[in-house]
Structure formats: structure tokens, C-alpha cells
């Protein structure tokens, strides 16, 4: 019996390893290009949950009275949106039709489904509106109870910093590929997320710099299939994509 336990419990740490060590798949703004489907929807992070990929990627921006809404440009139908109360933009349909998503609307459906919800926050125009958007984004990640299934990423050092700050035991990974791991991990900052030029050319040995330092590595966006490749030899963690499901073969 105890012999039984005991290769059990190998076969687990064995397989949990292997699941480690293998390249995953995040799909860029949801699965979007797929039918009913477009960037940042709802419909997207449905479908990205379908193709059972490890996340789904998404952007967030804050309207000029605070409440956080899922988007990609600063502007939608011509109105900032930092500086635009939210009341104005909740009519708004995205390219499939679909109202213009709400943080918590996105959450709410994310909670559902089995996949890790990658939440981009967008750099904002003053850093006391960066604060304001980090604190109010993790209120909410708590208070429904996602603070495993949500990881974030942002161009934004100083939303890293908060972020670390407020939600240390979170996955945090900084994007703008301008940084070494390690500098990063001294700030509690515990992921790179960098364009695949930085990790290919630029910067590879940043892969085991941080791998080493106990951090993950994803990088953006690779769409490309030699890409790729190359990318899952040297062992990145992450590979975000607009192009999930060809990604997962190579994965598999
Ligand atoms: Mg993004």
C-alpha cells in the first residue's frame, strides 16, 4: 500500500514537471479569428476557453470615472475613453455586435470557464490614474475570487510595481522587453512578456536569466509557425498568439 502511494506520488511530481516544463498557449485579445468572434469580446474569451488553450489574453482601460472596461485602443467611435465617463460608452457595440465589454462582465464569464484570464492593464495617462485602475482592478480579482485564475501583464512599469505591491502572490509580467529578468524580480515583478524579436535576437539568454531567478517567460505575438518552433525549443514558458489552435499542435 505504501509502495503504491509512494510511486503515485512520483508518477504526480513526475507529470506535474512535465506540465511545467512545456510551452503553453495564450491566445492575443481571445480567439478571435474565428466566426462570431472578435478582439476583446466576450465571445473570444468563450472561444479561446474551447480551444483549450492555457489563457486568454485581454486588454483593460479605465474610463474617466473610474469603472474598468475591456479594450484595446485608447479610443473607441472617437472618444477617449481615460477621458470619457463610462455612462457614454456603454452603448457601444464591438466589431461582432456585442456590447463593449466591462471588466467585471469579462471576469464574471471567465469565472466560468476553464482557462487563466491574462489581463493586460493599459498604461494610462498619470500615474495617479495607473494607481487608481491597478486598486480597483485587484479589489475586484479578489473580491470574486480569482486571484489564481487572473495574471497580469502591462507596458507600464509603474502598474507592474503596483501591482506587486498589492497582489505580490500574483503572476506579474512586465512587456516592454527593455528590462533584464533579474532587475525585475527585485521589484516583485515575477514574469517577462516580450516581443519574440527580444527573446529570439536581442536577448535570449533572458530565458534562462529568468527561469534561474524563478520567473516565467512569455512572449508576443507569435503568429508564425517557424517562430514558433524556435521558440518552444529554447523552452519559453508562454507563447501568445493570434493563431491558437496552430500554436497548440506544436505544443502537443
Ligand atoms: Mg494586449
Redo the contacts with the bound molecule.
Keep these: 500500500m505504501m509502495k503504491r502511494t509512494l510511486i503515485s506520488a512520483l508518477a504526480l511530481v513526475a507529470c506535474f514537471i512535465g506540465i511545467q516544463a512545456q510551452t503553453q498557449v495564450i491566445a492575443?485579445?481571445g480567439f478571435w479569428k474565428t466566426e462570431g468572434s472578435a478582439q476583446?469580446s466576450i465571445t473570444a474569451l468563450e472561444k479561446a476557453a474551447e480551444a483549450e488553450v492555457y489563457g486568454s489574453?485581454?486588454?483593460v482601460l479605465m474610463t474617466s470615472d473610474g469603472t474598468i472596461v475591456v479594450n484595446?485602443d485608447h479610443a473607441i467611435e472617437g472618444m477617449v475613453i481615460a477621458e470619457t465617463p463610462y455612462k457614454k460608452l456603454k452603448k457601444l457595440k464591438i466589431k461582432n455586435g456585442e456590447k463593449l465589454p466591462t471588466l467585471k462582465s469579462y471576469l464574471k464569464k471567465g469565472k466560468k470557464l476553464d482557462i487563466q484570464l491574462?489581463l493586460?492593464a493599459?498604461p494610462l495617462p498619470t500615474k495617479e490614474m495607473e494607481d487608481q485602475a491597478i486598486a480597483t482592478i485587484v479589489k475586484m480579482v479578489k473580491k470574486m475570487g480569482l486571484e489564481k485564475q487572473v495574471e497580469y501583464?502591462s507596458f507600464s512599469l509603474n502598474m507592474c510595481e503596483q501591482l506587486a505591491k498589492l497582489t505580490p502572490e500574483s503572476e506579474i509580467a512586465y512587456?516592454n522587453g527593455d528590462i533584464a529578468p533579474a532587475e525585475l524580480k527585485k521589484k516583485g515583478i515575477n514574469g517577462i512578456d516580450y516581443h519574440y524579436n527580444v527573446i529570439l535576437n536581442k536577448h535570449p539568454e533572458w530565458v534562462k536569466e529568468a527561469h534561474q531567478q524563478g520567473m516565467k517567460v512569455n512572449v508576443?505575438?507569435v503568429n508564425k509557425e517557424d517562430m514558433m518552433k524556435k521558440l518552444i525549443d529554447m523552452k519559453v514558458d508562454y507563447i501568445?498568439t493570434d493563431q491558437p489552435l496552430e500554436a497548440k499542435k506544436l505544443t502537443e
Design positions: 492575443h485579445r476583446n489574453e485581454f486588454d484595446h491574462i493586460e493599459k501583464i512587456l508576443w505575438t501568445t
